[in-house]
Nanobody, 129 residues
């Protein structure tokens, strides 16, 4: 089965940090742009961050800019999301997915998530005091 397996979610206090991992299962992620998404309680799914296949280009949702860092290690078939200075509004289930149409983040930047596939089950992040 082709999918991502997300891990690293936990409950933390505001200001805390977490590092999420996203391991590809059944396929090589090196050819695709990878993005992290989240769905908070009662909210729509939103794109959080994207990284191109080479890792050279990244893009972030405005509220996480400067706090979150997306990275990837193609040799390990894994992508990561380092989250610092977490806020209560970051509480959500976090997912990753691959843009199977291209290697750059153009679709993500335009808010078009339709090319993204291989969704995993997600990992839950709770930020609360």
């Amino acid at each position: 089965q082709l999918m991502f397996v997300e891990s690293g979610g936990d409950s933390v206090q505001p200001g805390g940090s977490l590092r999420l991992s996203c391991a590809a299962s059944g396929f090589a992620l090196e050819y695709f742009a990878i993005a992290w998404f989240r769905r908070g309680p009662g909210k729509e799914r939103e794109g959080v961050a994207c990284i191109s296949s080479s890792g050279v280009s990244t893009d972030y949702e405005n509220s996480v800019q400067g706090r979150f860092t997306i990275s990837r290690d193609n040799s390990k078939n894994t992508a990561y999301l380092q989250m610092n200075n977490l806020r209560s509004e970051d509480t959500a289930v976090y997912y990753c997915a691959a843009d199977v149409a291209e290697s750059r983040c153009r679709s993500f930047i335009m808010g078009d998530y339709s090319p993204y596939e291989y969704w995993g089950q997600g990992t839950r992040v709770t930020v609360s005091s």
